[in-house]
Nanobody, 125 residues
């Protein structure tokens, strides 16, 4: 069972930046697609970004395109989410996700096989 541990969340002012990290256990990290989702109080879990197993393809939700960047370091078993130009609407718990299948993607919750515990991001106005 893979373990995904997020870090890097916190409180930031609107317009600021944060970088989230997600460290995965195990030896098969490079075989899976990884991604980020977020969930605000009273709302459904929302797709934020995804990256394929090699890092060669990335996907973004419409609300974060041009502001967020997903990347991965397979040597460190870690996926990152660089968040710039943050807005109060970005306030949510951010979850790291691993694809259900090898070489898969995490563009919807249905394709996710494992979740992290979440990290809170709060953007003040």
């Amino acid at each position: 069972q893979v373990q995904l541990v997020e870090s890097g969340g916190g409180l930031v002012q609107a317009g600021g930046s944060l970088r989230l990290s997600c460290a995965a256990s195990g030896r098969t990290f490079s075989s899976y697609g990884m991604g980020w989702f977020r969930q605000a109080p009273g709302k459904e879990r929302e797709f934020v970004a995804a990256i394929n197993w090699s890092g060669g393809r990335t996907y973004y939700g419409d609300s974060v395109k041009g502001r967020f960047t997903i990347s991965r370091d397979n040597a460190k078993n870690t996926v990152y989410l660089q968040m710039n130009s943050l807005k109060p609407d970005d306030t949510a718990v951010y979850y790291c996700a691993r694809s259900k299948q090898t070489l898969g993607l995490t563009t919807t919750p249905l394709l996710v096989g494992s979740w992290g515990q979440g990290t809170q991001v709060t953007v003040s106005s």
